[in-house]
């Protein structure tokens, strides 16, 4: 089968995803919708990849695996709302001296990747702030971005990270394909309620977890820095157009 026999269910994840996200948001948007509604698009994300590999099934299996972190060291941009609802969940677990490492970490790498655009910043290879040794410390929270990659060759992963990400990792086209539409479909829901942008994962931290208020503001609908710092989102969904 074609990645063309995956568009019935492209558009119907896009729909339901953007449907689910107007529903609950129109019932709520406080943090704890927020965390409801970003879990439930990540069910969704799950039984989507699972579907769409039934239709085009990878040319192998699916290598990913706990404790295997080389795609995690590529700048990661996600959705504000993933960001803060990510903030929320490590914001109680962090003791003060973990908190300012923390803080300092996401100083640093904000700073290391300052003026340089997308393709200097993966050369840099630096490490995803939640990485925790070689597993992501907020794992069934990652963002959709995370998710929606796949490898079926570690040995290509490991050669895209020893080459400074210079070297591609084929990915897996339904996995991808899958995601990026609960993705759409969760920006379009954000968006019309006000909510929608993508945002770097470490700056948006910082300005999480440094200012409390700034997700309650952006929730509100209140001047907030994440507002000033959101950007429209680059992710797109092929094959949902028709
Ligand atoms: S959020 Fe987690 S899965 Fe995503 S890049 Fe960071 S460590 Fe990896």
Same mark, same amino acid.
């Given at each position: 089968?074609? &990645? #063309?026999?995956?568009?019935?269910?492209? @558009?119907?994840?896009? !729909?339901?995803?953007?449907?689910?996200?107007?529903?609950?948001?129109?019932?709520?948007?406080?943090?704890?919708?927020?965390?409801?509604?970003?879990?439930?698009?990540?069910?969704?994300?799950?039984? =989507?990849?699972?579907?769409? #590999?039934?239709?085009? &099934?990878?040319?192998?299996?699916?290598?990913?695996?706990?404790?295997?972190?080389?795609?995690?060291?590529?700048?990661?941009?996600?959705?504000?709302?993933?960001?803060?609802?990510?903030?929320?969940?490590?914001?109680?677990?962090?003791?003060?001296?973990?908190?300012? !490492?923390?803080?300092?970490?996401?100083?640093?790498?904000?700073?290391? =990747?300052?003026?340089?655009?997308?393709?200097?910043?993966?050369?840099?290879?630096?490490?995803?702030?939640?990485?925790?040794?070689?597993?992501?410390?907020?794992?069934?929270?990652?963002?959709?971005?995370?998710?929606?990659?796949?490898?079926?060759?570690?040995?290509?992963?490991?050669?895209?990270?020893?080459?400074?990400?210079? #070297? =591609?990792? &084929? @990915?897996? !086209?339904?996995?991808?394909?899958?995601?990026?539409?609960?993705?759409?479909?969760?920006?379009?829901?954000?968006? #019309?309620?006000?909510?929608?942008?993508?945002?770097?994962?470490?700056?948006?931290?910082?300005?999480?977890?440094?200012?409390? =208020?700034?997700?309650?503001?952006?929730?509100?609908?209140?001047?907030?820095?994440?507002?000033?710092?959101? !950007?429209?989102?680059?992710?797109?969904?092929? @094959?949902?157009?028709?």
């Amino acid at each position: 089968m074609s &990645p #063309e026999g995956l568009r019935p269910l492209l @558009q119907r994840l896009h !729909r339901l995803q953007a449907a689910d996200t107007r529903h609950r948001l129109a019932r709520g948007r406080d943090a704890a919708a927020l965390a409801r509604l970003l879990a439930a698009a990540g069910r969704r994300a799950g039984a =989507g990849i699972a579907a769409a #590999e039934t239709i085009l &099934p990878p040319p192998a299996p699916v290598a990913c695996g706990p404790a295997c972190p080389f795609c995690c060291h590529v700048p990661v941009t996600a959705a504000v709302a993933e960001v803060i609802i990510i903030a929320r969940h490590l914001d109680p677990t962090l003791a003060p001296e973990a908190r300012r !490492r923390l803080a300092r970490r996401l100083a640093n790498l904000t700073a290391a =990747g300052a003026g340089l655009d997308g393709d200097a910043r993966s050369r840099q290879r630096l490490p995803c702030p939640l990485l925790d040794g070689a597993s992501c410390r907020v794992h069934p929270l990652r963002p959709l971005v995370c998710r929606a990659v796949a490898s079926v060759e570690v040995a290509a992963c490991r050669a895209a990270h020893a080459s400074h990400m210079v #070297e =591609g990792v &084929p @990915q897996v !086209r339904a996995h991808l394909l899958a995601v990026n539409a609960v993705a759409a479909g969760l920006e379009a829901g954000l968006a #019309e309620a006000g909510l929608g942008g993508d945002i770097d994962l470490a700056l948006g931290l910082a300005v999480c977890l440094l200012d409390p =208020g700034a997700a309650t503001a952006w929730l509100a609908g209140e001047p907030s820095p994440l507002a000033d710092l959101a !950007r429209p989102p680059q992710l797109v969904a092929p @094959q949902l157009d028709g």
